[in-house]
């Protein structure tokens, strides 16, 4: 039987029964050696990476740039090409605040900034990398957004474009820079617009074969036939909430609504049927106070979700892989929560910020098997984990960490094959707030607990979700302020 076949065969039977088990992961050993990276290369400002057709070389973006990294020799990697603050020589340059970079077979498509930084530019860096040892920057696309995240595909560049009010994803042809299309979660129902902008952020976009997979946060995620991105339909969605209870939250509760589960759709990425869609889901813990001044921690980190979408009008759940344990899981604590993924063949390949990076079987989606985890939460933050090829007698996948501490940011590379580390580290001591839950519930005349930099006013900026950086609200100008200052700097 094949996967097609299966997620059928078991949605079906899913649907059939009066309530639905969701499994979670469950581990195993399979490997005598102990399970460690191959290879380590410190790349400041590191955040996603994403690796050639041939699994060679490795593209992180880096912040103020972007790194090109050879792995074919997985313990050496070794760097090719560094390019830090781009577009310097223009008058609003440097091009920085890049978290993003995708690849179009020989294209790099370089994207931001991933919040807003007034008076910096904002748009697509189009880079030839036929010969990545020296990367050829052939065009920049201006926009009035800036970029958090995208996808390139068959010439495409689909871009997150937070812009504070319908936070649409916009298609750009990428040689000429033409806007293709755009699509919004308010056009498919208007009721979002009564939803503040940054419950509904667009932060992230998975493509296959003109599918857009666009995970919405507390929206969802929503599948949108985009093979004519003018005429874009949607075709189904996940968990896509309800737009009329999240229409009336308060600056409070928003904040809470933000950080804590169910919602905060993250990433998303499909197999390579294009029927089995997994979903990231980034949360945290928030302190809350109680009318007899007690306080509890209410949420906590998220998992990656399996669905079925073999039938995208009718997406079936199959299973959770939980995230590892935090001692700490507030915001301002250690974060374990799901962060970016990979599928490759049978087998996903996940991050999990300081929780570190695993790999599972997943040829039964519907009982996910733990095959290797590793951790170094004093060192390592992982940004993402991403298959790179076979090697030798196994094979290698990478995976980015944005560093922690005074502890550098940099890129792994490890071993495709299952096994236990020696002497894991511990991620801190348990937590014993009994209260702990993953998923919030109603305390009645409850008050949260601001966090550090919160503000109490209203607010457009699509940055009071956490999912785009912490301070970002404090630091950088709400995104209309920053289009209006654009707007007039060009007048």
């Not at 639905?20 to 469950?26: L, W």
């Not at 007690?294 to 998220?302: A, E, K, Q, W, Y």
């Not at 962060?339 to 599972?360: A, M």
């Not at 607010?459 to 995104?479: I, Q």
């Given at each position: ?79 090719l ?7 310097s ?30 008076g ?9 990398v ?18 958090h ?156 979700e ?13 299973s959770?892989?939980e995230?590892?344990t ?83 940011p ?13 002497d ?33 006013s ?34």
């Amino acid at each position: 039987m094949d996967r097609r076949q299966f997620l059928r065969s078991i949605g079906a039977s899913a649907v059939a029964a009066t309530t639905v088990s969701v499994a979670g992961s469950r581990p195993v050993t399979a490997h005598p050696g102990p399970f460690e990276p191959l290879g380590r290369i410190d790349i400041d400002g590191a955040k996603e990476a994403v690796v050639s057709a041939d699994g060679q070389t490795a593209f992180v973006a880096a912040t103020s740039g972007y790194a090109v990294v050879d792995i074919s020799a997985p313990d050496r990697p070794e760097l090719l090409a560094e390019r830090r603050d781009p577009l310097s020589d223009r008058e609003d340059g440097p091009f920085r605040g890049i978290y993003d970079v995708k690849l179009d077979g020989d294209t790099l498509l370089v994207v931001g900034p991933a919040n807003p930084i007034p008076g910096a530019p904002a748009g697509v860096l189009v880079v030839d990398v036929s010969d990545p040892a020296t990367p050829e920057e052939i065009a920049f696309h201006e926009t009035e957004f800036p970029i958090h995240n995208c996808f390139a595909a068959d010439g495409r560049a689909y871009l997150t474009a937070n812009d504070g009010d319908r936070n649409p994803l916009v298609v750009l042809d990428t040689d000429t820079g033409d806007e293709l299309g755009r699509w919004s979660v308010v056009s498919a129902d208007d009721r979002w617009a009564d939803v503040p902008a940054s419950v509904r952020s667009v932060h992230d976009v998975w493509v296959r074969e003109g599918v857009a997979h666009v995970a919405l946060w507390d929206a969802g995620t929503w599948l949108v036939d985009l093979s004519d991105p003018a005429s874009p339909s949607v075709l189904g969605s996940v968990s896509p909430g309800d737009p009329e209870e999240l229409s009336g939250l308060g600056a409070r509760d928003r904040r809470r609504e933000g950080r804590t589960p169910p919602g905060n759709h993250h990433y998303v990425a499909t197999d390579d049927s294009g029927d089995l869609l997994g979903v990231g889901i980034e949360s945290w813990a928030v302190e809350v106070e109680r009318d007899d001044g007690t306080t509890d921690l209410v949420g906590g980190p998220s998992g990656v979700e399996l669905w079925d979408v073999s039938d995208p009008a009718n997406p079936t759940i199959l299973s959770t892989i939980e995230p590892p344990t935090s001692p700490d899981p507030t915001v301002g604590g250690v974060w374990t929560t799901a962060h970016n993924f990979d599928f490759r063949d049978d087998r996903l390949y996940t991050s999990w910020y300081r929780g570190g990076v695993k790999r599972h079987d997943v040829s039964d989606p519907t009982d996910p098997v733990e095959l290797a985890w590793w951790r170094d939460p004093e060192r390592a933050s992982f940004w993402t984990a991403r298959y790179a090829y076979p090697f030798a007698d196994e094979g290698v996948f990478v995976a980015s960490s944005w560093g922690v501490g005074d502890a550098s940011p940099a890129l792994y590379t490890f071993p495709d094959h299952a096994g236990d580390q020696r002497d894991p580290p511990t991620l801190g001591p348990e937590t014993t707030t009994e209260s702990l839950v993953n998923t919030p519930t109603p305390i009645a005349n409850e008050t949260t607990t601001p966090e550090p930099g919160d503000e109490s006013s209203e607010s457009t900026s699509t940055t009071d979700a956490p999912g785009f950086g912490l301070g970002v609200g404090a630091a950088a100008l709400g995104v209309a302020g920053w289009l209006a200052r654009r707007h007039r700097r060009r007048d």
